[in-house]
Every structure is written in C-alpha cells, then in structure tokens.
C-alpha cells in the first residue's frame, strides 16, 4: 500500500526535487502540500510550490499557506542560497501558476487530511517546523493519526546557518523541540546524512540526458544552486538535503539509522537552534530519535533521476 503523506515545505531548490520525487513513485501517495516561511516569505513558497507543480504535471494535490513567521524570533530567509524568489534558476515567468492555492490554511488542510485519511499519515517536513508544531498544539487529538514525523533538519555534527545551528531548526527553534518532544515516532536526516548527497556534474548531466522540458528545468535548478553553495559554503555541488526524507520511505535501506535523544538548544548564546544528538547515550535521556547516518548515494540519485523521468514523459 502506498505509504499516505503531507509534505510541508519552504520550496526552495530541494524542496522541489522532494516534490517531484513523492509524486512521482508509486510508493508514495501525495494528500497535500502545505508551505510555510524559510527559505523565501511564505508568499514566495507558496508560489514556488505551485510552479514546481504546474510545471510538473502534479495536479489534483491541495496547496495551502501555512505560517509566515516563527512561533518566536525573526523570520530569517535563504536568500543566499536559493535566490530572490527562492527558486531561482529557471525562467517561469510571470504569470500566475495554473495550479491554484488551496483557499484553505494549512493547518485546516493538514486537519481535515488527517481525518480523511484511512490510515495514519505520515508527515514529511523539509523547512522550518512552524506548522508542524502549531498542528500539535491546536490539535493533539490527531496525534494517533499520524504514522511519523520524518524531517530534515539539524545535524548530528556543525550547523549551516550558525556554527551551531541547522536553517530549519534555527528558524524555528521552539517549534524544533515542540515536535521532538511531541512522543510521535520523529526520524532526523540532519546536514551529517544530506551532505552525503550531492548533485555532482555527473548527476546533472544524467538528468539533462533525459531531454525533457522538465529536465530542463531541474538542470536550471540543479547549476544554481551549485552556484550558490559554491559562492557561499565553497563546496564543489550542492547537496540535496530535503529528497532524503521520501527516499527513506521508499527504500528504508536507502539510509542507516541510529536512535539517538536529540535536545533542541533553545537558549544558547551562540548555540540556539543547535540539535544536540546523544549518539553515545551520555545523557541518560531516552534514544526515541531516529536519526540518518550514512546514504547509499547512488541508490538516492537513481530515485531521484528516475522521478525526473517519469514526470517528464507523462
Ligand atoms: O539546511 C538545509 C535546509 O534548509 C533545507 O531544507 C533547505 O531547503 C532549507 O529549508
Ligand atoms: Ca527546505
């Protein structure tokens, strides 16, 4: 059976590949998409989830606005990384997306998807966990209709945005350790596991190979982010952190797991919105956390190239 998923994302150059990629495979059934603040404004996601869709073919998938700011703190953006529109690279023009915006919040469409799901949801967040936390807190009746949480977001090692801290984590901080200690089943791929996965120029050219117009564009994607992550990390291609949580779905295999207790910080001076991973079992807290490890790169990017594929023939 086709494992039931929200995603909740801040689209964003991976964000749209992870969009792709659970639309795509069969193994995965997409019930909604919410967005919310973190790479761009949420008006920017929001948008940036509905071109991902329009030009992917994705239809018949509600798209709804979630919260523009954090449940504390500033709102921070990427835009260093992903652009002035947050999905910078491809040329989309001006005109409004033929996928529309759910009229809906996401917080009514994460409820009433969650209620009309037979079975229990699994919830994939790829930004910062404002939404996830607020769905918690407004509802914790629906805690037994979710599988799991399985989201990418801080490290077991250093952060991208502090030293310390992870971006989505960072944005967010209080929503992080809301949803770590919500007692739902949460598995962590955090900076240690989605730097593994880069799209060298290798993988770019095996997509651009594909010679679709939705190639195209995930190639225009692909070679700006490298220029970004280039300019600002130095790094010689751009890992694609937020594919890993549906990746897992498809393929458990796909990424070794450890259970670990993870604390968010939420007080540091310089170390808020660090996730601090027990990966020795120092603290006597209790290992409820999976948390990603080491990723079977080749095994990632065939989904990933695969997914590409089969949008663009449809
Ligand atoms: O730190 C990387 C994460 O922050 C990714 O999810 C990226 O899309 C941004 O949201
Ligand atoms: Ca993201």
């Known amino acids: 059976m086709p494992i039931p998923v929200i995603l ?49 073919g994705i239809r018949g998938v509600p798209i709804a606005a979630g919260r523009e700011r954090p449940l504390h703190g500033p709102i921070r953006v990427a835009e260093n990384i992903h652009g002035t529109s947050g999905l910078d690279g491809p040329g989309f023009g001006e005109s409004e997306p033929e996928v529309p915006q759910d009229p809906r919040d996401a917080l009514t469409v994460m409820r009433e998807t969650l209620l009309a799901s037979p079975a229990p949801v699994t919830l994939v967040p790829t930004g910062p966990l404002t939404n996830i936390a607020v769905l918690l807190l407004a509802h914790p009746e629906l805690a037994s209709r979710i599988e799991r949480i399985v989201l990418m977001g801080g490290s077991t090692e250093r ?10 984590i960072l944005c967010d901080p209080e929503a992080a350790d809301i949803v770590f200690r919500s007692g739902l089943p949460v598995t ?36 700006y982010f490298a220029s970004t992550y280039r300019e600002v990390y130095g790094f010689d291609a751009p890992p694609l952190h937020d594919p890993l949580t549906v990746a897992h779905l498809i393929n ?28 020795h079992g120092v603290t006597g807290r209790p290992a409820v956390t999976e948390v990603g490890m080491e990723v079977d790169t080749d095994g990632f990017w065939e989904l990933i190239v695969e997914a590409v594929r089969v949008l663009g023939s449809r």
């Open 252 to 279: 458990p295999s796909l990424v070794s797991l450890v259970r670990a207790a993870v604390t968010v910080e939420l007080t540091g001076t310089h170390t808020r919105g660090a996730t601090v991973v027990d990966l």
């Open 8 to 56: 909740d994302c801040d689209p964003g150059h991976d964000d749209a590949f992870n969009i792709l990629l659970a639309a795509a495979h069969p193994a995965i059934e997409l019930l909604a998409i919410t967005t919310v603040a973190g790479n761009q404004t949420l008006e920017k996601t929001t948008l940036n989830a509905r071109r991902v869709c329009a030009v992917a």
């Open 159 to 168: 952060g991208n945005t502090t030293p310390a801290a992870e971006f989505n």
């Open 188 to 223: 962590m791929f955090g900076l240690n596991a989605t730097h593994q996965v880069r799209a060298t120029p290798e993988v770019v050219a095996r997509i651009a190979g594909l010679g679709t117009p939705l190639s195209g564009l995930c190639v225009d994607l692909l070679t």
